[in-house]
C-alpha cells in the first residue's frame, strides 16, 4: 500500500502562483504524478516523476508553467505552478504508480491515490 496526501491547494489570481505537495509513505514506487479533474471533465495527467532518477514529463498544456520536483528524504513531491489560467482551476491529485510501464498519461495505470486539492484560479 502507498498512502498520498496532498496539500497547497487554494484560490489564487490569474497569473499567480502556487506549490502543491504530496507527502508518499508505505510501500516503494516507480513513479509519481499530478492529475486534476474539474467538474463535468474527465481526469486530465498533468506531469510525472520518475522516483529512482528523477526524470520527468509534462502535459503540453502545463509546460512551461510547472514544474514537479521530488524531494527522496522527505519523500515527497511538489508541483510548482506559475503564471495560473482560470483554466487551470481543478481538483489537483497524487498519483503513485508502482510499476513502470509504456504509458504515463493513463489514470488507469496508477495504483494509488490521494484525496485531492482544491486549486481555484480567478480571472
Known amino acids: 500500500q502507498v498512502q498520498l496526501v496532498e496539500s497547497g491547494g487554494g484560490l489564487v489570481q490569474a497569473g499567480g502562483s502556487l506549490r502543491l505537495s504530496c507527502a508518499a509513505s508505505g510501500r516503494t514506487f516507480y513513479a509519481l504524478a499530478w492529475f486534476r479533474q474539474a467538474p463535468g471533465t474527465e481526469r486530465e495527467f498533468v506531469a510525472i516523476?520518475?522516483?529512482?532518477?528523477?526524470?520527468?514529463y509534462y502535459a503540453d498544456s502545463v509546460k512551461g508553467r510547472f514544474t514537479i520536483s521530488r524531494d527522496i528524504a522527505k519523500k515527497q513531491v511538489y508541483l510548482q505552478m506559475n503564471s495560473l489560467k482560470p483554466e487551470d482551476t481543478a481538483v489537483y491529485s497524487c498519483?503513485?504508480?508502482?510499476?513502470?510501464?509504456?504509458?504515463?498519461?493513463?489514470?488507469?495505470?496508477?495504483?494509488?491515490w490521494g484525496q485531492g486539492t482544491q486549486v481555484t484560479v480567478s480571472s
Open positions: 498519483a503513485a504508480r508502482v510499476y513502470w510501464g509504456l504509458t504515463r498519461t493513463n489514470p488507469d495505470d496508477y495504483n494509488y
Open positions: 516523476i520518475t522516483w529512482h532518477d528523477g526524470s520527468t
